[in-house]
């Protein structure tokens, strides 16, 4: 299932969570956590085939993220933790999963 949020609305989503609220994955800060909210609409056949692939692999709203590294030098890839598993993720994939950070 895949929810999209609604444009600069400020209405809720179906998890609770609200479209302003998000930021990309790839801007996360390292060791931030976030909550997954949606993965955004892909434009062509490429990006359709990535965001079916960050689904299958656990990017689903609702589910918890965390970046726990960058790679050096240029901060790519980024090491992500989705649920129980790990998954390196260059950052151009990651910007396709919109989440909202945790309150620190």
């Given amino acids: ?6 444009e600069s609305s400020g209405q809720p989503l179906s998890s609770g969570l609200t479209a302003s609220a998000a930021i990309a ?9 976030g ?12 990006e359709k085939e990535l ?7 656990g ?5 918890q993220v965390r970046v726990l590294a960058t790679g ?4 790519d890839p980024l090491a992500i933790r989705v ?11 990651a910007a396709f999963v919109l ?3 945790a309150k620190t």
């Avoid at 299932?1 to 609604?6: D, E, I, N, S």
């Avoid at 990017?59 to 589910?63: I, N, Q």
């Avoid at 050096?72 to 901060?75: L, T």
């Avoid at 649920?83 to 994939?93: C, H, K, P, S």
């Fill in 83 to 93: 649920g129980q598993a790990t998954f390196a993720l260059r950052r151009d994939e």
């Fill in 25 to 33: 994955l790839d801007t996360l800060g390292r060791r931030q956590e």
């Fill in 51 to 57: 965001v079916l692939r960050l689904m299958e692999i």
């Fill in 72 to 75: 050096f030098p240029g901060a």
């Fill in 35 to 46: 909550v997954v909210i949606a993965l955004k609409p892909a434009s062509d056949e490429r």
């Fill in 59 to 63: 990017f689903l709203p609702g589910e």
């Fill in 1 to 6: 299932m895949r929810v999209q949020p609604q």
């Fill in 99 to 101: 989440v909202q950070p």
